[in-house]
């Protein structure tokens, strides 16, 4: 009975785990692929190696407070099978309204809502990661808007991403032993940008990995079963045979509904998104990879479109300068080459404020709505199963 009840709870992981690879590859690989950087079978390849060391490192900090913080108790196999029932269910939900699923927060949600059933709830566990939930699109997004009014014009003026005809490498066979060589039309800066672009890639793909692993390893470990490096390998082939498969498409899509930008202005949030996540990881924080990664992307652009502008005026909207527009198309735009942006304050080209939509509210409204109701709907189905049937906890 035992070995049956942890089968399907090894079942239950593979199918958590086999989505939020679809989801979290597709965010971090789409704008490489999208711009020809990486194919879409080397990016799961390299998602694959990278959520690993993610999730058996700091991602177990986040195991942690998962298998032991969120309950005074340790979660048992029947507990832990549910635990992933509600996770799978809250990721199906999340499917069908069609937006990045918000899998840390729906985990916490379930386990919470077994310690409200069986009366032992951590409230001080808790708390401080509901109160990281609040404070973290406040950071993503003030982050991204200093990136966006004082770093990025100036590097988008100094940097142009392109991707030249025919391979990047090729193989020069004059030799005894064939050596790399570069392609017929590949520049040095070209490389450059290559190995840069990867570099942050397999850092967000850490980052998923520290952040996600644990939503579908934790339920199964410890008195559920299995050991934590079981756990992990468990979860982290199952997130790679997500990304090889239905994160095609989703590495297709990414950003087409949320917003147009450019290859370089999606490094940026890369870098901020996956340091915030890896950093709330490091310490035991359950967090989702989608919420600094949206919230960077609407600062980025903020910040960008409010250079017209001082601060204080972007800030306060003061009445007396409304008439000094912003734009919320001045990321999409690129800096004239050799030309310094206009300083703080001062109004840009006509080029530059006029470009298309930066981002599309609705959408940002939808994510921000699942990071509610993912949990929510997670812990009140989990309460009231827990309730009603305590003999699974």
């Known amino acids: 009975m035992v070995e049956t009840l942890l089968l399907v709870g090894i079942v239950a992981s593979v199918f958590v785990g086999f989505n939020i690879g679809g989801s979290s590859t597709g965010i971090t690989w789409g704008p490489s692929v999208g711009a020809g950087i990486v194919k879409k079978t080397t990016a799961a390849a390299i998602m694959t190696v990278f959520v690993f060391l993610g999730g058996i490192t700091v991602g177990q900090n986040v195991m942690e407070t998962l298998s032991e913080g969120i309950i005074t108790t340790d979660l048992t196999l029947s507990a832990g099978v549910a635990v992933l029932f509600f996770i799978g269910l809250g990721i199906l939900v999340a499917n069908i309204f069609g937006v990045p699923v918000p899998t840390s ?4 949600g379930a386990i919470a809502g077994l310690g409200l059933a069986t009366g032992t709830l951590n409230y001080a566990t808790i708390a401080e990661i509901i109160s990281w939930w609040v404070v973290t699109p406040i950071i993503g997004f003030w982050i991204g808007g200093i990136i966006g009014r004082y770093i990025y014009p100036e590097v988008n003026r100094r940097v142009t991403i392109e991707k030249t005809d025919g ?10 032993v064939p050596k790399p060589a570069l392609g017929p039309n590949t520049t040095w800066t070209e490389i450059e940008i290559t190995v840069v672009v990867l570099a942050i890639g397999c850092y967000m793909a850490f980052s998923a990995g520290a952040s996600n692993v644990p939503n579908a ?15 992990v390998i468990i979860a982290t082939v199952a997130i790679g045979l997500g990304g090889f498969t239905i994160a095609r498409r989703t590495m297709d899509s990414v950003g087409g509904e949320l917003s147009d930008i450019p290859l370089l202005a ?5 870098v901020t998104a996956s340091t915030i996540t890896t950093i709330l990881s490091w310490i035991g924080i359950p967090i989702s990879l989608v919420m600094a990664t949206v919230m960077t992307i609407v600062g980025i652009g903020w910040g960008r479109a409010t250079r017209p502008i001082t601060f204080r005026e972007a800030v306060t909207r003061d009445p007396e300068m409304e008439d000094r527009e912003i734009e919320l198309g001045a990321i999409v735009a690129e800096e004239e080459e050799d030309e310094p942006a206009p300083p703080i304050g001062e109004e ?11 981002f599309n509210p609705r959408a940002v409204i939808k994510y921000v709505s699942m990071w509610i109701i993912g949990p929510s709907m997670s812990t009140t189905l989990a309460y009231g199963f827990f309730t009603l049937v305590p003999g699974v906890a």
């Not at 927060?105 to 916490?108: A, F, G, L």
């Not at 999606?266 to 890369?270: N, R, Y």
Request: charge should be negative; proline fraction near 4%; charged fraction near 20%.
């Open 105 to 108: 927060m729906t985990t916490v």
């Open 167 to 176: 391979p990047l490498l090729t193989l020069d066979r004059q030799g005894a």
């Open 217 to 231: 390893a934790a339920p199964l470990v410890g008195e559920a079963g299995l050991d934590v490096n079981t756990a």
């Open 266 to 270: 999606a490094l940026f949030v890369m």
């Open 348 to 358: 840009e080209a006509d080029e530059v404020l006029h470009g298309s939509d930066l």
